[in-house]
């Protein structure tokens, strides 16, 4: 199983953007769980990760980071990075 955490925050405009992308793809594949992080909420975890910028999305497999990337980016990209998974 894959998980993708999407560090985002609600004054983020990419954000808003990207988030819905991955929901989008997520919901179109298996084994593989999107998990959203509120930085505001949860900055402790945002430093553990340090995660400077937003957007910021990482994806684990069995615990360890497998891929990421920052900054918002279209949904051909958004579709191609969770099916590569």
């Known amino acids: 199983i ?5 560090f985002h925050a609600p004054w983020c405009g ?30 402790n975890v945002a430093a553990k990760f340090q995660v400077a910028s937003l ?10 980071v497998i891929n990421s990337f920052i900054g918002s980016r279209d949904k051909a990209f958004v579709k191609k990075f969770v099916e590569d998974l």
């Open 55 to 64: 957007p910021t999305v990482m994806v684990f497999r069995n615990g360890k």
């Open 2 to 6: 894959s998980i993708i955490v999407d």
């Open 14 to 43: 990419p954000c808003r953007f990207l988030g819905p992308a991955l929901e989008q793809e997520v919901a179109r594949v298996k084994n593989t769980v999107l998990v959203k992080v509120n930085v505001d909420e949860a900055p």
